[in-house]
């Protein structure tokens, strides 16, 4: 007679899952979308006319193109909104040409906006020969950084920005607006074919520029040239001081089961759900934050 076997080899194939359906839910309740594009929308951002409304400042448009954030006169592409991290990733022009430049423009501004540039996520870039660009600090006048960049025929390498063609500097904290000075450095003996005083500096997200040569070509272009859209991270916050003096007016937006931590850069504050709760600290009720209760299964 067999011995029958037991089912016991089968435990290693056997999975225990988990998941919450109240967390599932809550992001479902917290977000809205374009139908144009699959970007999710957590509030405070949204679109009007879709639940939940926006909140002041964080209203986004709908075009055919996708998601669009109006800043001042422009309407901006977005890329990505993290309600967790407190930023978005836009795909803008944050340039500011020299005067030599044709079709040169000048700054960039985030004033009076819920915004600032990312000083951890961004750098600041500047393309161009014999030339230092500097960083103008909206608020004082002065300097806020700045880098140098020389060329030589033999040096310029595509995909660096070490100081040869192309440099970079970091951006200082609660940037709103770009604007740049440029000095152009006389050299005797020129190294270089590109000669033109034309250059270009930038707020662009770290990693994601790699210098070409072609940008050179195109500052160097005596016609004039379109500006270039790059990826550009974008801190939000909520406005109304710090959290302490938020927490005493009747528009703190920190909702039940959440706290409140001033924002990093040093602009406003953001809120995040306590411990043992998930979902969207700035909303009340279901699509807030809730109790981190688990549903279990077996999967074979």
Not at 25 to 50: D, K, R, W
Not at 134 to 157: E, H, P, Q, R
């Amino acid at each position: 007679m067999e011995k029958e076997l037991l089912p016991f080899p089968l435990l290693p194939w056997l999975l225990l899952t988990c998941f919450s359906p109240f967390f599932v839910h809550s992001m479902e309740l917290s977000t809205s979308a374009c139908s144009s594009s699959n970007i999710s929308i957590p509030y405070p951002f949204g679109v009007h006319g879709q639940s939940p409304s926006p909140a002041q400042g964080f209203e986004i448009n709908c075009t055919s193109s996708g998601p669009r954030l109006p800043i001042g006169n422009n309407s901006i592409s977005i890329l990505n909104i993290s309600l967790l991290d407190g930023y978005v990733t836009i795909l803008a022009s944050a340039a500011s040409r020299s005067p030599q430049c044709r079709g040169n423009f000048a700054s960039f501004s985030l004033e009076g906006t819920n915004f600032t540039f990312s000083d951890t996520r961004n750098k600041f870039t500047a393309v161009g020969c014999n030339m230092v660009a500097m960083l103008v600090n909206g608020t004082s006048g002065g300097y806020s950084g700045g880098c140098a960049s020389f060329c030589s025929n033999n040096s310029i390498v595509d995909g660096a920005c070490s100081g040869v063609a192309c440099c970079q500097a970091p951006v200082p904290k609660g940037l709103k607006k770009l604007y740049s000075d440029f000095t152009n450095i006389n050299i005797t003996a020129s190294l270089s074919k590109y000669t033109s005083a034309c250059a270009e500096a930038f707020i662009v997200e770290q990693n994601s520029y790699a210098f070409a040569t072609a940008d050179l070509k195109i500052l160097n272009n005596s016609n004039k040239s379109p500006p270039q859209y790059r990826h550009v991270v974008l801190e939000w916050s909520i406005d109304g001081g710090s959290c302490e003096e938020a927490s005493r007016s009747a528009s703190y937006a920190c909702k039940e089961n959440s706290y409140c931590y001033n924002s990093s850069n040093g602009i406003g504050y953001r809120c995040n759900c306590t411990n043992g709760f998930q979902g969207n600290p700035y909303l009340q009720g279901p699509g807030g934050c809730q109790g981190n209760e688990h549903v279990c299964a077996y999967i074979f």
